[in-house]
Structure formats: structure tokens, C-alpha cells
């Protein structure tokens, strides 16, 4: 295995690992723990840490070493307030003809993964879903920036996702993402932003 491919298996391994609320913002990074977890050396671990820090997922303490990146309660408002604003522009500017294989697709992983309590991989299929709602409006400048803008918030959702997964029916997550997709399957703009609205994103803060 090459160190380029290290590295990429090392970056796969940590996002998903943070971003499925294994890792909480701000848990400490230990190298020797993270090498002989990975089973990889020192040298593509901090490349693949580096990379995951440009992602704003990892960051780096002057002589304490990497942590979960942590937000602020500020941070988290105006990423919400960023992600509307690119939400409702993508929706509003999405044309009649519009191919749904794709959001299809993202929304059987999402079923799929329920249903085998895969966490890590429910994780990223709520990405997905999301991103390929926005990416419909066949802006893929804004569909870039809005995945961006998804992951990190997904830092915080992360979180509470996993506790969500402990009181609430794991079919929930799945009627909500049903329900989205069934209003985008309509192409009712009003309907799609109200879905959206209630979808349930904001309750992952609290």
C-alpha cells in the first residue's frame, strides 16, 4: 500500500469516525493510539491529520496535539444561518426537470443503514441526501460550499444523533428523510422548504 493511499485510508477512517459521533468535539487525538489503531506510521497520519484540519474536523493545540475540532454556540448559529440561506437559494432555483436517482439512492443507504445500525455509514448517507437536495439546483459551486458548510455542523449533529439513537425509534430518521423526499419527488418549492424547516436539523443543538 502506498503512503498516499495510508493517508486517504487514514482520513476515511478518522472523518467517519468523528463524524458518527465516535470521536466528541474537542476528545484529544493521541498518535501512538491512533497508529497502532489504524496500523499505519506517523508520518501519513499527520498528513491525514493536516487534511482533516483544512476540513475543519481536526484541530491542532500548540504542545497539547490534535483534538476534535469544537465550535462555538456562534459557530453553530451561523453555520445554521449559512446553510439555510444556500438551502433556500438551491431549492428556489431548481428547475423542472430533475433527475432523483441519486436522492433516491442516498435515501435507501439511509434505509439500509438503519436497519443494519450501522451508525458510521447512516452518517454519511444523511450527508449525502442532503447534498444531493441542494446539488439538484445544478449548482455545483454551491453544492461544494454546502457540503463544506454540512460537515462541520455535522460535528455538533453528531452528538446528538447518537443520543437521539438511544431514546428515539430508529425508523424516525427514516420518515423524516421520506417525507423530504417525497416533496421534492412533488416539486412543491413551499413544501420543500417546509420540510426542511421541520426536519428536524436545530433539535441535534439542543
Same mark, same amino acid.
Given at each position: 500500500m502506498t503512503a498516499y493511499s495510508l493517508v486517504e485510508l487514514a482520513v476515511d477512517r478518522l472523518r467517519?469516525?468523528?463524524l458518527s459521533g465516535r470521536n466528541d468535539p474537542g476528545e484529544r487525538l $493521541?498518535? @501512538?493510539q491512533l497508529t497502532k489503531r489504524l496500523g499505519i506510521s506517523r508520518a501519513p497520519l499527520r498528513e491525514a491529520m493536516? &487534511? &482533516?484540519?483544512? +476540513?475543519?474536523? $481536526? @484541530?491542532?493545540i500548540p504542545r497539547r496535539g490534535?483534538? /476534535?475540532?469544537t465550535l462555538s454556540?456562534? !459557530? $453553530?448559529? @451561523? &453555520?445554521y444561518e449559512v446553510r439555510d440561506v444556500l438551502e433556500r437559494h438551491a431549492v428556489t432555483t431548481t428547475g423542472e426537470h430533475r433527475d432523483l436517482l441519486r436522492l433516491r439512492s442516498a435515501l435507501d443507504t439511509i434505509r439500509a443503514a438503519t436497519d443494519?445500525? !450501522?451508525?458510521? #455509514? &447512516? #452518517? !454519511?448517507a444523511h450527508r449525502r441526501f442532503h447534498v444531493e437536495v $441542494?446539488?439538484?439546483?445544478?449548482?455545483? +459551486?454551491l453544492t461544494a460550499l454546502y457540503e463544506t458548510i454540512l460537515v462541520r455542523i455535522q460535528l455538533y449533529m453528531a /452528538?446528538?444523533?447518537?443520543? @437521539?439513537?438511544?431514546t428515539a425509534r430508529a425508523s424516525d430518521g427514516v420518515h423524516r428523510h421520506e417525507r423530504l423526499f417525497a416533496a421534492v419527488e412533488r416539486g412543491d418549492t413551499a413544501e420543500i422548504l417546509t420540510a426542511l424547516s421541520a426536519h428536524g436539523a436545530r433539535t441535534y443543538l439542543s
Open positions: 467517519r469516525d468523528i $493521541v498518535e @501512538e493536516r &487534511l &482533516l484540519a483544512e +476540513q475543519g474536523l $481536526v @484541530e491542532h490534535a483534538r /476534535v475540532a454556540d456562534d !459557530d $453553530v448559529r @451561523e &453555520l443494519a445500525g !450501522d451508525r458510521p #455509514a &447512516l #452518517a !454519511d $441542494v446539488a439538484l439546483s445544478g449548482n455545483r +459551486q /452528538v446528538n444523533m447518537r443520543r @437521539e439513537a438511544e
